[in-house]
């Protein structure tokens, strides 16, 4: 069973950069498409930015694109969100999850989700 835990999370001012981490546990990782979604108050989950199984292709939001880094290390099975340029609007809960499918935005197309960290940006 795939275990993923969020870290990194925080309170920062626009324009500032954090880093998080989702730590997975389980050899599965390795042969799994790792993404990062986000939901503020009120709205639905949306899709971040997506990295390959073996980190060769990324795909971003166009909210985000230019801004934010999608990364993995296999070694120590964590994947990574640089975020840089924050923005108020940046402002959510973010999860990491798992899919078996590349190219896929649908939340409902991942299988395995860790329980979240909040991002607050503060204008």
């Known amino acids: 069973q795939v275990q993923l835990v969020e870290s990194g999370g925080g309170l920062v001012q626009a324009g500032g950069s954090l880093r998080l981490s989702c730590a997975a546990s389980?050899?599965?990782?390795?042969?799994?498409?790792m993404g990062w979604f986000r939901q503020a108050p009120g709205k639905e989950r949306e899709f971040v930015a997506e990295?390959?199984?073996?980190?060769?292709?990324?795909d971003y939001a166009d909210s985000v694109k230019a801004r934010f880094t999608i990364s993995r290390d296999s070694a120590k099975n964590t994947v990574y969100l640089q975020m840089n340029s924050l923005k108020p609007d940046d402002t959510a809960v973010y999860y990491c999850?798992?899919?078996?499918?590349?190219?896929?935005?649908?939340?409902?197309?991942?299988?395995?989700w860790g329980q979240g960290t909040q991002v607050t940006v503060s204008s």
């Open positions: 990295i390959s199984w073996n980190g060769g292709s990324t």
């Open positions: 389980g050899r599965i990782f390795r042969n799994y498409v």
């Open positions: 999850a798992a899919s078996k499918w590349e190219r896929v935005r649908s939340p409902a197309e991942y299988d395995y």
